[in-house]
């Protein structure tokens, strides 16, 4: 079974368009995130929630709206695409334990022409 | 420049042969995450450390934290073409709140059979 699973794989869309990505853990995790990470494999956080409030929120454009229907679903809304939001985006899931480890999805290629 | 940053960033070396990674910052980290990533797929965690001068040791892999907790190193021992991956650290700078890990630059690592 898919611990943290996220969906689309690849996503090609055009400049203007509003697109999702999915994602579900079933680790029992309280805590979700959404990293980005760019063509030059550099990872960075973009949204934490935990038990569904979000608790970090580093500098992302408007245009991206994470939801959280529970705790163990953390979608991630993109209006109005740019060509620089073409990334992989990977949705990961932990316990709020300190130090606990981030379970990773296998990503999301999204590509905007 | 990046919280943390890490060398070499490629490393193409023949099967059988050591190296070491580093992973360095000016800023002091409650613990710090080692993971590897392999194309198509999402980082996965190879071991945490905590304390300044802590080294633990995973198969032929040996992760040392440095006494100020600002760096780090991974050693790996007479490397296998499966070691072949990206390699990140990530750094926690507190041990409280949210678990917002910082994550390095990453070392891509080629192992020649």
């Known amino acids: 079974d898919t611990a943290v699973s996220q969906t689309p794989k690849y996503l090609v869309t055009q400049m203007g368009n509003d697109k999702s990505i999915k994602c579900e853990q079933n680790?029992?995790?309280?805590?979700m995130y959404w990293y980005k990470q760019d063509s030059k494999k550099f990872l960075k956080i973009m949204f934490s929630y935990n038990n569904k409030e979000l608790i970090i929120n580093e500098t992302v454009p408007n245009r991206f709206s994470p939801k959280s229907p529970d705790k163990a679903h953390l979608n991630l809304h993109i209006n109005s695409l740019e060509l620089g939001d073409s990334a992989v985006y990977f949705c990961a899931s932990s316990s709020s334990s300190y130090n606990s480890p981030l379970h990773f999805g296998n990503g999301t290629r999204l590509t905007v022409t | 420049t990046q919280l943390l940053e890490q060398s070499p960033q490629f490393l193409s070396i023949q099967e059988g042969e050591n190296l070491t990674v580093y992973c360095n910052s000016s800023s002091v980290f409650s613990s710090l995450q080692w993971y590897r990533q392999e194309p198509g797929e999402g980082p996965v965690l190879l071991v945490t450390?905590?304390?300044?001068?802590e080294v633990k040791k995973l198969k032929r892999l040996t992760f040392q934290f440095g006494d100020a907790r600002k760096d780090s190193s991974l050693h790996i021992t007479a490397a296998q073409p499966g070691d072949t991956g990206l390699y990140l650290c990530a750094g926690a700078l507190s041990q409280t709140g949210a678990n917002n890990l910082f994550f390095g630059t990453g070392t891509r690592l080629t192992v020649i059979p």
């Open positions: 680790l029992g995790h309280d805590t």
């Open positions: 450390v905590v304390t300044g001068g």
